[in-house]
């Protein structure tokens, strides 16, 4: 499995950007997702997830600014997407994708945790 981040870089405060992770090499698709973000001096911090049902979580200090949405057209690879506006400087950091474990057992790649990670974008808001 393998995942791949891309679309961030600098951005002044009150813009806007639109991450995208493409995860090859999954055999079961359906599974769950989320971003992460590492910002200076702080713990990586979940941003936005989404399960094996298709439903979205957000870390509550980031609803109404950032969405969370896939590609699920695409025929191979899950394409995941991290729209973000209104930003502050505060959101500068690393902004990773991630998913859990591509197993056949239902809990492992639906309910457990994240195994799965991109090298990550930097997003760099600027006042």
């Known amino acids: 499995v393998h995942l791949a981040e891309s679309g961030g870089g600098p951005v002044q405060r009150g813009g806007s950007l639109r991450l995208s992770c493409v995860i090859s090499?999954?055999?079961?698709?359906?599974?769950?997702m989320a971003w992460f973000r590492q910002r200076p001096g702080r713990e990586r911090e979940e941003v936005a997830s989404?399960?094996?049902?298709?439903?979205?979580?957000?870390?509550e200090s980031l609803k109404g600014r950032f969405t969370l949405s896939q590609d699920t057209s695409h025929p191979i690879n899950n394409i995941l997407y991290l729209q973000m506006d209104a930003l502050e400087p505060e959101d500068t950091g690393m902004y990773y994708c991630?998913?859990?474990?591509?197993?056949?057992?239902?809990?492992?790649?639906?309910?457990?945790?994240?195994?799965?990670w991109g090298q990550g974008t930097q997003v760099t808001v600027s006042s």
């Open positions: 090499g999954l055999e079961y698709r359906r599974i769950s």
């Open positions: 989404i399960d094996c049902e298709w439903r979205v979580t957000y870390t």
């Open positions: 991630a998913c859990a474990q591509d197993s056949a057992d239902y809990s492992r790649r639906c309910l457990g945790q994240y195994t799965n």
